[in-house]
């Protein structure tokens, strides 16, 4: 792991931090109300710009992994546990680290981390499971917003010193989140890592309670803990990343043991999904095709896997990467055979198909998947993408639209317009799906520099100009409200501005 990244994560968790110990089973969910409170730390507006630049610094200083059936299937897993946590409330966003580092953080927002190496070392569901529900319980205590209260008689400079730490990290070296921190008086950290423990040790309380009403093991939060304290004892000074932003001791171990002991073991079965995605993830983590072959090969030869549906999967995209498209095709058409409506496998045939040269039969396929799954916006994401293969970039932005109008703010799928609107030529849309993705961002500025490129587009439509228009005036308007405001202690975008504005 890249020393900006280990910042990041360490300064997010000296923020984001446990609270006393839980009551009983029956009065776990009996939370305390603490949204007054914390809104008069900082409103509704801070709160949302917070959001936004941490999902900014983020994707500045982290892999941010957009693959949308690896995100379909996180969205998925942590829906589940949001839905059995009665204290939660509002959006949340979960999203992919592509770093082999087992490790997760939650952020101001609903915006939930998770690191590709988590998955791979979570050796059951429950386990990674347990870690998101764990970090879904710092979102919904809000420990940040909670932290900045406890430190209510510091300013707001000072504050907001605390803030830029969590959320900047190294933006520009780093050593930037760390020198952040450094600034802050001696005393108020050491305060704050006592209530960083305290955080923890809550956020264990309440995750515990969300696997049990999710119907998933409590015991997978301590065993999970365990084999990791076990690890870093083996390797010493290279401990697994989450021990370092969430320190786990005996005590700790114990603690958990004793709440879950409160709800009894349960017993579910690994989903099909979190085992294609672990075999998704360690087929892209091998640099070389013909080294992800190899491995796959030689597992399935000697039995060593957990599911060789999964495994198969694993290889299927192996032989793809490598360009043995008939081997590929034979693969994906046995798994496509045994689970006909599983996304992955609808989209694995599609793209052999794809690769094969021909694009009819894939753009049939997803065409009929899409019609009797329409709310899956990763099969229609794989949809569009065909359409753009098959050189129809006006069909796959008409597409994409239809899913951004569910899921409103998704980068990705800014992205994905961007590349259609230019394979079709369109400046104007080109500009104007730019401008989209850096709002939704939080790069205001550049934002609107974009749509103002687009408006200035020779032929384009009255209807065209009319929506853009719109957004430039509520932008510009946005953009009022802040200057009235002065400066945003939350806005860390002016090394990246001028860049991002350029045609």
């Known amino acids: 792991m890249g020393q900006t990244a280990v910042t990041l994560t360490v300064a997010a968790a000296l923020i984001l931090g446990p609270l006393a110990p839980g009551r009983s089973r029956a009065a776990q969910f009996d939370l305390p109300e ?24 983020v994707r500045a200083a982290l892999p941010v992994l957009d693959d949308p059936l690896l995100t379909a299937y996180l969205e998925s897993l942590g829906n589940e546990l949001v839905a059995a946590d009665k204290s939660a409330g509002g959006s949340f966003n979960f999203f992919l680290i592509d770093q082999p580092v087992v490790n997760a953080f939650a952020g101001p927002g609903g915006n939930v981390g998770i690191y590709s190496g988590l998955i791979l070392a979570a050796q059951s569901e429950d386990e990674l499971a347990a870690v998101v529900a764990h970090e879904i319980a710092h979102v919904t205590q809000n ?36 020198a952040a921190l450094a600034g802050i008086q001696a005393a108020a950290m050491q305060h704050r890592i006592n209530f960083t423990r305290e955080n923890e040790k809550e956020a264990d309380r309440i995750g ?73 993830l360690r087929e892209r983590a091998y640099d070389r095709p013909e080294k992800s072959l190899e491995s796959f090969k030689a597992s399935l030869r000697e039995g060593r896997y957990l599911n060789e549906t999964a495994e198969r999967y694993g290889y299927a995209l192996a032989l793809l990467r490598s360009g043995r498209l008939d081997e590929a095709k034979a693969e994906s058409t046995k798994l496509l055979s045994a689970q006909p409506s599983l996304a992955e496998f609808i989209a694995l045939d599609a793209q052999v198909d794809l690769k094969q040269g021909r694009p009819a039969q894939a753009l049939d396929h997803l065409k009929q998947a899409v019609t009797l799954s329409s709310g899956n916006w990763a099969l229609r994401s794989a949809y569009a993408e065909a359409l753009m293969a098959a050189g129809q970039p006006r069909q796959a932005m008409a597409e994409i639209k239809t899913v951004v109008r569910t899921r409103p703010g998704n980068a990705a799928l800014y992205d994905l317009l961007t590349q259609a609107a230019i394979q079709s030529g369109d400046k104007a849309a080109t500009h104007r799906y730019r401008a989209e993705r850096l709002y939704t961002e939080g790069d205001l500025e550049p934002a609107i520099k974009q749509l103002e490129f687009a408006l200035r587009q020779p032929g384009l439509g009255y209807q065209d100009s009319a929506q ?21 202690p939350f806005d860390f975008s002016s090394d990246r501005a001028s860049a991002a504005a350029a045609p």
């Open 468 to 488: 853009i228009q719109v957004l430039v005036d509520a932008w510009k308007e946005e953009r009022r409200d802040q200057k009235k405001r002065g400066p945003d």
């Open 34 to 57: 603490i949204g007054n409170s914390s809104d008069a730390v900082m409103g509704s507006g801070a709160q949302l710009r917070l959001s936004k630049a941490f999902m900014r610094q």
């Open 143 to 178: 420990h940040l917003l909670r932290g900045l209260e406890d430190q209510g008689k510091l300013n707001m400079p000072t504050m907001a010193l605390m803030v830029a730490a969590a959320i900047l990290g190294a933006q520009v070296s780093p050593d930037a989140g760390m």
């Open 208 to 280: 515990i309670a969300t696997l049990a009403a999710a119907g998933r093991d409590p015991y997978a939060m301590p065993g999970f803990f365990e084999k990791l304290s076990k690890a870093s004892r083996v390797y010493e000074n290279n401990a697994p990343e989450f021990l370092r932003t969430h320190p786990v001791n005996s005590n700790r171990i114990g603690d958990a043991l004793g709440r879950a002991d409160e709800y009894g073991a349960r017993q579910r079965a690994d989903s099909l999904r979190f085992l294609l995605a672990r075999a998704r």
